[in-house]
């Protein structure tokens, strides 16, 4: 047995008297590989960091509301009375494709957060907010208003950047 296996197997009982489970094995080392030719600095790779910190297609503003003005055409008009049981379904109805046309349009690395409010108005006045925390250069929100002498409703769209 040589003087190297004879120390690993000292190292390997020395371990197992201090009840431990681990043990060391040296890393064996040839001189070979630093010798060898192709091992120089010439021929390792350096990668630089790909980490993109803006999307490649951002939210666009015009384009999100030019859909909720869709929307707000689709399901009202000047005639259109509030109808608190079709409110909440109709509430639904345009938040899931006011989102999924949003999200059709392939914003890259964006959340997509549509908030739709429909109030009865009996000559009161509303106050409708929505507040959040975001990154003024790279979250973007729209919103727009439709209102008649029966209803006030709001739709509002928030992009979240993720990364």
Same mark, same amino acid.
């Given at each position: 047995?040589?003087?190297?296996?004879?120390?690993?197997?000292?190292?390997?009982?020395?371990t197992q008297e201090e009840d431990s489970i681990l043990s060391f094995y040296p890393a064996e080392n040839d001189?070979?590989?630093?010798?060898?030719?192709?091992?120089?600095?010439?021929? &390792?790779?350096?990668?630089?960091?790909?980490?993109?910190?803006?999307?490649?297609?951002?939210?666009?503003?015009?384009?999100?509301?030019?859909?909720?003005?869709?929307?707000?055409?689709?399901?009202?008009?000047?005639?259109?009375?509030?109808?608190?049981?079709?409110?909440?379904?109709?509430?639904?109805?345009?938040?899931?494709?006011?989102?999924?046309? &949003?999200?059709?349009?392939?914003?890259?690395?964006?959340?997509?957060?549509?908030?739709?409010?429909?109030?009865?108005?009996?000559?009161?006045?509303?106050?409708?907010e929505v507040k959040f925390l975001r990154d003024i250069n790279r979250d973007k929100y729209v919103k727009t208003?439709?209102?008649?002498?029966?209803?006030?409703?709001?739709?509002?769209?928030?992009?979240?950047?993720?990364?």
């Amino acid at each position: 047995m040589s003087s190297r296996e004879a120390s690993i197997d000292e190292q390997i009982h020395e371990t197992q008297e201090e009840d431990s489970i681990l043990s060391f094995y040296p890393a064996e080392n040839d001189g070979e590989d630093i010798d060898d030719l192709n091992y120089s600095e010439e021929n &390792i790779i350096k990668y630089e960091n790909t980490y993109r910190m803006d999307s490649k297609r951002p939210f666009d503003e015009l384009l999100a509301k030019v859909v909720l003005k869709t929307e707000i055409e689709n399901h009202f008009n000047d005639e259109t009375k509030y109808d608190q049981d079709e409110a909440i379904q109709t509430c639904i109805n345009i938040s899931l494709n006011v989102r999924n046309k &949003i999200r059709e349009m392939d914003f890259d690395r964006y959340k997509i957060v549509c908030v739709v409010g429909i109030v009865e108005k009996k000559s009161q006045g509303v106050l409708s907010e929505v507040k959040f925390l975001r990154d003024i250069n790279r979250d973007k929100y729209v919103k727009t208003k439709f209102e008649n002498n029966n209803l006030v409703a709001t739709i509002v769209v928030g992009a979240f950047y993720h990364e």
